[in-house]
């Protein structure tokens, strides 16, 4: 298994990696099933959008189980991929809200501008959504949370399983919005017109910085 560490820019300092990255390392090194995304990809949400460009947090929860998914950015697919559920819904809102949704399920597009698309687990065995929730990943989420949150930042919990790490979150001028989560059996309790897209713009608008082009091609 590849060493994440040089790949990771600022990320690679935090406390997760020196306590609890090698025994998740070895469980994953002795697991016998198809783990999602590939080694590669497993941080890609880290290397795409460090700490200081981070603006927006949005923590899914474990990567898709299904293979071909996951590409190590929570919720998106690559762009030959079918949406899956969750994210129609996504951008079901986004055209309620925007008027307009990305042509493809690829989300790199959020990541360049600065939306940290963090899973709260980074590994699933092919098929078993879930199976690894409790590897001990959850340290690393808690570690990004207190980190970004050190400066004004935007988070979306989407979902009570999200909802339960705003503890995490360092006090500060920030945004954030709790909904119901995307996926088909709760949407419709409380996601479908939030319209997160259009208040965190707002949010960042009246701070004097650039809105977040959620529509573009990556």
Known sequence: MPDPLTRLGAWA???FFAAHWPAIRAQLASE???LLPPDDLRFAALERTQPDDTRIVILGQDP???RGHANGLAFSVA???ALPRSLKNIYREMADDLGAQPDTGDLSHWAAQG???LNTALSVPEGAAGAHA???WSHLTRDVL???SGRDCAFLLWGNHAQSFRADIRPGNHLVIETAHPSPLSARRGFFGARP???VNAWLQARGEAPIDWVGAP
């Open 13 to 15: 300092d935090l406390p």
């Open 32 to 34: 016998t099933r198809t």
């Open 64 to 66: 898709y189980p299904t």
């Open 79 to 81: 762009p030959d991929v």
């Open 115 to 117: 939306v940290l698309l």
């Open 134 to 136: 409790k590897l001990g």
């Open 146 to 148: 207190a980190k970004v």
């Open 197 to 199: 897209f259009s208040r």
